[in-house]
């Protein structure tokens, strides 16, 4: 799942995925590729834990202006409408 969240939100926003990891693990890389991505992600050269991580770093990024615009006292009102809402079957 994890790499298909990197090829079906990170790709078609950014046009590339940012991998931000310390030098004892090979530091920072940039993919141009989704295919770049799976291919060190086969051959450990980028490690589930440095995905994880860069894939919630990016998700993160884009719910922050989410995050600010429910800040405001109204929109917090409906947010918490919305919240009390059932779902049904």
Do not use: C
Request: aromatic content about 10%; charged content about 30%; glycine content about 4%.
């Amino acid at each position: 799942p994890v790499l298909s969240w990197v090829r079906n939100i990170v790709f078609p926003k950014f046009n590339e995925f940012v991998v931000l990891r310390d030098e004892k693990y090979g530091g920072n890389k940039t993919y141009a590729t989704m295919a770049e991505v799976e291919n060190d992600y086969m051959n450990d050269r980028l490690g589930a834990p440095d995905l994880k991580q860069n894939l919630i770093r990016i998700i993160n990024e884009l719910l922050e202006p989410v995050r600010e615009h429910f800040k405001i006292p109204e929109n917090a009102a409906l947010l918490e409408r919305v919240r009390s809402y059932r779902t049904t079957r």
